[in-house]
């Protein structure tokens, strides 16, 4: 029987051969959008908005390795992942039934684009199954969640959420973009897709542009069929940038979750924070559940000034190592305030009723030294 291998070892390997002499140690960039092929041969040709560069085709097989997926796929952004993954598991007349707690993004997706189609959407406080089952309707084919959530970082418990698509025969789709395949597996809990925006912890520098799909053989050749028309394949030189990025994925988001810790520790102790969110916090209304099905912990923190949007401006200005930057999960720590990216669609009173008001700052904790960033948050918080 052969041995499994560990998730650092397959983030770097994929599945190891024996390479023959003189052959690169690093995967080469294939920077071509079309490849010879025999003639009159009925395969299917390799064409780089086909998705199967052999750059396209090394990170989404390590991918599946990583979630325990039978295959993956990776497009051109993690919106384009979430929209041709419903896509390819939905169709005109059908029900989606998704959790509130989802990406600004996404909702807008859901509520202005996917009536288009034909589909309609619910959106269901998640944590209570019976709020799930009430909310089901005779042609609804899919749930749809994200866990852990952005910006309050909630974990979901999916085993109940699966017990109950398994009953039905729905498809569950997972967002698992914060949580890494280091830190969660929704396969392993009863999901059926996992969706993840590449651009963040998979890739981890800041400088790609893209998204993934994972799960069973015949979700991802839908997928793939969409992509084929919708135009949404991803650049060989991302698809090698990522292939970079992924092999690194166990240290740094084990960094991460460890300097997140850390930072959320340190802010729960300061009076200027009205709040602070992070799993590992026996304060977090999540704290058990995270323990129990997590591997790790997270390297997103977010917290609430007392001083609000005037008072978050002061202590933005004041920072000198984190940047004020939308997006996630690279080396460098950002912080991004929601009611001005993912959560401006929302009023004050809206976003304040979704736990998010004013004085809201979501940090994605980078590489650097914890007590470095502890130093800067405390000049920052003295300034005010």
């Not at 993690?78 to 419903?86: E, K």
């Not at 994925?249 to 802010?267: D, F, I, M, P, S």
């Not at 009205?274 to 559940?289: F, K, N, T, Y």
Request: proline content about 5%.
């Amino acid at each position: 029987m052969k041995r499994r291998l560990g998730f650092s070892t397959q983030a770097v390997h994929g599945d190891p051969q024996a390479r023959p002499d003189w052959a690169p140690v690093v995967t080469p960039l294939y920077q071509s959008a079309t490849f010879t092929n025999p003639i009159g041969s009925t395969q299917e040709v390799i064409y780089a908005r086909y998705g199967n560069n052999p750059n396209h085709v090394a990170i989404a097989k390590r991918l599946a390795l990583l979630e325990g997926a039978e295959a993956a796929l990776f497009v051109g952004s993690g919106m384009g992942a979430i929209a041709l993954s419903h896509l390819a598991v939905l169709r005109p007349g059908d029900h989606l039934l998704a959790s509130e707690w989802i990406y600004g993004g996404v909702q807008r997706l859901f509520a202005q684009e996917f009536g288009r189609f034909g589909i309609d959407v619910s959106l269901v406080n998640p944590l209570e199954q019976r709020t799930w089952k009430r909310a089901l309707k005779k042609n609804t084919r899919a749930i749809f969640v994200e866990t852990p959530t952005n910006p309050l970082l909630r974990v979901l418990d999916l085993e109940p959420i699966a017990t109950l698509c398994k009953t039905e025969g729905l498809a569950l789709l997972v967002d698992s973009t914060f949580a890494t395949p280091l830190n969660f597996r929704p396969l392993e809990h009863g999901a059926d897709v996992v969706i993840h925006s590449a651009t963040k912890y998979l890739n981890g520098h800041d400088d790609v542009l893209a998204g993934a799909v994972a799960g069973s053989e015949s979700v991802i050749e839908e997928v793939r069929k969409l992509l084929h028309v919708w135009g949404q394949a991803l650049d060989p030189m991302a698809a090698w940038l990522i292939d970079r990025g992924m092999k690194t994925l166990g240290v740094r988001v084990a960094r991460q979750n460890q300097t997140a810790l850390a930072v959320a520790e340190w802010c729960a102790k300061q009076p200027q924070f009205a709040a602070v969110h992070h799993p590992g916090l026996a304060s977090h209304p999540d704290h058990d559940v995270a323990k129990r099905i997590l591997d790790g912990l997270g390297g997103m923190v977010a917290v609430e000034l007392k001083g609000g949007a005037r008072g978050a401006e002061r202590f933005l200005r004041a920072l000198t190592i984190a940047a004020h930057a939308p997006s996630l999960g690279g080396v460098e720590t950002l912080v991004s305030e929601p009611r001005l990216t993912s959560h401006a669609m929302l009023t004050p009173d809206a976003r304040a009723r979704a736990g998010i008001p004013d004085g809201f700052l979501r940090f994605s904790i980078g590489l650097e030294d914890a007590d470095d960033l502890i130093a800067d948050f405390a000049q920052a918080l003295a300034q005010l």
